[in-house]
């Protein structure tokens, strides 16, 4: 189970990339590092960090458990998220366990970061679990970190009381870097990753890239993996934009599928009933009808020669299931952002 813990430095996984505080989420950043420790000048215990996919909310969450954990070695941090409290429930639950999973979920929690608020839609249950866990937490001074997608109250399915809680914080809305940070964001990037991109190179791409930080950075990575030997200009990168931006092939898709789940391509192919692999195999389907506008006959001969029926089955199984299963949902989102 997860529990709430005094973590070490080196309990953390590296970043590679420090949190850049640029001019759109400098109020996100000083409203979150206030959480660090019982600010003086807060208003309130608990923050809601709003923004859509890749926007940085995870990041600036990351940033914060690290700056707690390097400068509060005695605060005790619960950082989880809707799809692992939930798996964690649902587990508890099958076992008969839930006592114990409360007790572990309600012992003294100095922070609580909580991510992706708006997974428990569907899951009365579980918000009435993280309900009283913030309750508790609250009524002994501690702090909450929130991430959504959207205001809780635009969140369909949310508890009157637990959308209460969270508005009775501080809802800060994530804006998208302009253009001007967009440059101070590739600089940065290329730089963590000792890439040298020339100003005018960096120029296009803050104007003609990807507006979201993630994607961003993805890019930036693709770009350095696909770089000739003298330095890219703003001609080649011309011309990269207009590749990138063709649709993924169906090897492509399985491939970062393959590589998502931990499986080969010859996995994903062969015959195998496995269950992780039948869920590997459905979502590279599924995505590869989606991205990459395949007929169902060309994506089964892909897959191991199977026919038009199993991959529209693969395609339909995703498709009932992928809003009421989280970590299913999750896996989709992120391999999406990766390859749009």
Same mark, same amino acid.
């Given at each position: 189970m997860?529990?709430? $813990?005094?973590?070490?430095?080196?309990?953390?996984?590296?970043?590679?990339?420090?949190?850049?505080?640029?001019?759109?989420?400098?109020?996100?950043?000083?409203?979150?590092?206030?959480?660090?420790?019982?600010?003086?000048?807060?208003?309130?215990?608990?923050?809601?960090?709003?923004?859509?996919?890749?926007?940085?909310? +995870?990041?600036? =969450?990351?940033?914060?458990?690290?700056?707690?954990?390097?400068?509060?070695?005695?605060?005790?941090?619960?950082?989880?998220? =809707?799809?692992?409290?939930?798996?964690? @429930?649902?587990?508890?639950?099958?076992?008969?366990?839930i006592?114990?999973?409360?007790?572990?979920?309600r012992?003294?929690?100095?922070?609580?970061? @909580?991510? %992706?608020?708006?997974?428990?839609?569907?899951?009365?249950?579980?918000?009435?679990?993280?309900?009283?866990?913030?309750? %508790?937490?609250l009524?002994?001074?501690? /702090?909450?970190? @929130?991430?959504? /997608?959207? $205001?809780?109250?635009?969140?369909?399915?949310?508890?009157?009381?637990?959308?209460?809680r969270?508005?009775?914080?501080?809802?800060?809305?994530?804006?998208?870097?302009?253009?001007? +940070? /967009?440059?101070?964001?590739?600089e940065?990037?290329?730089?963590?990753?000792?890439?040298?991109?020339?100003?005018?190179t960096?120029?296009?791409?803050?104007?003609?890239?990807?507006?979201?930080?993630?994607?961003?950075?993805? @890019?930036?990575?693709?770009?350095?993996?696909?770089?000739?030997?003298?330095?890219?200009?703003? %001609?080649?990168?011309?011309?990269?934009?207009?590749?990138?931006?063709?649709?993924?092939?169906?090897?492509?898709?399985?491939?970062?599928?393959?590589?998502?789940?931990?499986?080969?391509l010859?996995?994903?192919?062969?015959?195998?009933?496995?269950?992780?692999?039948v869920? =590997?195999?459905?979502?590279?389907?599924?995505?590869?009808?989606?991205?990459?506008?395949?007929?169902? =006959?060309?994506?089964?001969e892909?897959?191991?020669?199977?026919?038009?029926?199993?991959v529209?089955?693969?395609?339909?199984?995703?498709?009932?299931?992928? %809003?009421?299963?989280?970590?299913?949902?999750?896996?989709?989102?992120?391999?999406?952002?990766?390859?749009?």
């Amino acid at each position: 189970m997860v529990q709430s $813990s005094t973590m070490t430095r080196s309990s953390l996984p590296r970043e590679s990339h420090a949190f850049l505080v640029v001019r759109e989420n400098q109020l996100a950043f000083q409203t979150v590092m206030r959480l660090k420790s019982r600010h003086p000048r807060m208003t309130s215990p608990v923050v809601n960090l709003i923004g859509p996919p890749g926007s940085g909310k +995870s990041h600036l =969450a990351r940033q914060l458990h690290r700056d707690v954990v390097d400068e509060h070695s005695d605060t005790s941090i619960l950082r989880t998220s =809707a799809a692992e409290f939930t798996g964690k @429930f649902q587990r508890a639950a099958l076992e008969s366990q839930i006592r114990e999973f409360q007790r572990a979920h309600r012992e003294k929690i100095d922070l609580l970061i @909580f991510e %992706d608020l708006q997974e428990l839609q569907t899951r009365p249950e579980v918000q009435q679990q993280l309900l009283a866990m913030v309750d %508790d937490l609250l009524g002994s001074g501690g /702090r909450v970190l @929130f991430t959504a /997608r959207r $205001s809780p109250g635009e969140v369909k399915g949310l508890s009157r009381r637990l959308v209460n809680r969270c508005q009775g914080g501080i809802l800060i809305d994530l804006q998208l870097p302009g253009e001007a +940070s /967009r440059r101070k964001l590739i600089e940065h990037f290329a730089s963590s990753l000792n890439f040298v991109l020339p100003g005018p190179t960096i120029a296009v791409l803050a104007n003609r890239g990807p507006t979201i930080p993630a994607d961003l950075l993805a @890019f930036v990575g693709r770009l350095r993996q696909h770089r000739s030997k003298g330095p890219i200009t703003p %001609d080649d990168l011309a011309v990269f934009l207009v590749a990138a931006s063709a649709p993924p092939t169906v090897h492509e898709i399985a491939k970062r599928v393959s590589r998502h789940f931990g499986v080969t391509l010859t996995d994903l192919k062969s015959s195998s009933r496995q269950a992780s692999l039948v869920t =590997a195999r459905h979502v590279a389907m599924y995505l590869a009808r989606d991205l990459a506008q395949t007929h169902f =006959a060309a994506i089964g001969e892909y897959f191991g020669g199977r026919n038009h029926a199993s991959v529209m089955y693969a395609c339909q199984r995703v498709e009932e299931h992928k %809003d009421s299963d989280p970590v299913l949902r999750m896996d989709l989102e992120k391999l999406l952002a990766e390859m749009r």
